[in-house]
């Protein structure tokens, strides 16, 4: 799902905008020249730059494409027959050819609200794919810098603080390693965990999470739900039936079922 660690981000592409643009692209080949502006707001940042939220969202649209999945997903829940393969490759080909302007309070336009810290200008379609995923970032990147902000006395009171990674998505990780270097913050080793606390090193560990990682059985779960709905984008009844009835007997579900009795 492309070649940075904000690509994850395309995981809230929400599907029914997905079908939106395909009967848009279905309907007239020339939206794909329409041109639009979304912007992101916000009460906390400061500016756009602020904890490298312009650097992760350019980051993100500079490798931006429609994940295969995410298409899949589509023509599996929704009635995709009327779409044809012209209006599917034009989905698959979007690319972001816009530009990323970050605003402080100070520089922000006056027909625009004051706490406008980034607009994104580009195609409307695929404007209207990538506004949930930066919305999302944005999220994230505020959640980390109120921690930040909160723990700022403790930070300044010693001589070495360092962040533990202890999301439960690699996503959000990523995420806080970049907000933690704008606030001067060493992040730790990420084999040490919660579970391996730092003795003896001089630092004062903050955790942002403070969740564990997701467990092993229900990251396989996801997987193979995945799987399957991608066998099954495009099939035909008999196909999605015939699919079904392997998983029910297969032995990933025998040993799902035993693993989930046994936890506490």
């Not at 994230?140 to 902000?149: G, Q, T, W």
């Not at 390693?177 to 001067?184: D, I, L, R």
């Not at 709905?229 to 009844?237: D, R």
Request: hydrophobic share 40%; glycine share 4%; aromatic share 6%.
């Amino acid at each position: 799902m492309g070649s940075t660690p904000f690509a994850q981000l395309s995981s809230w592409i929400d599907p029914v905008e997905v079908l939106h643009v395909l009967i848009r692209l279905e309907a007239d080949d020339a939206t794909l020249k329409d041109r639009n502006t979304i912007l992101l707001r916000s009460s906390l940042l400061q500016n756009g730059s602020e904890a490298g939220l312009r650097d992760m969202v350019t980051s993100y649209l500079n490798s931006f494409q429609v994940p295969y999945p995410i298409i899949a997903l589509t023509k599996v829940y929704f009635d995709c027959s009327d779409i044809s393969l012209r209006a599917l490759s034009a989905l698959a080909a979007l690319r972001f050819d816009g530009t990323v302007t970050a605003y402080s309070r100070a520089t922000v336009p006056a027909q625009l609200q004051p706490d406008t810290v980034l607009a994104i200008e580009g195609s409307d379609v695929l404007l209207d794919l990538i506004k949930y995923p930066c919305m999302a970032l944005l999220d994230i990147v505020s959640e980390s810098v109120r921690f930040y902000k909160d723990q700022r006395k403790v930070i300044e009171s010693c001589s070495r603080v360092e962040l533990v990674p202890s999301a439960p998505s690699r996503l959000q990780i990523e995420i806080e390693k970049v907000v933690a270097a704008h606030f001067g913050v060493h992040v730790a080793p990420e084999d040490h965990g919660l579970e391996t606390p730092r003795l003896n090193q001089g630092y004062r560990s903050l955790t942002i999470s403070g969740m564990p990682p997701i467990r092993e059985l229900l990251l396989s779960a996801t997987k193979e739900q995945s799987r399957i709905l991608c066998a099954m984008a495009g099939s035909t009844p008999e196909e999605q039936s015939r699919i079904l009835r392997d998983l029910r007997n297969s032995a990933f579900i025998r040993d799902l079922a035993n693993s989930a009795q046994r936890l506490p």
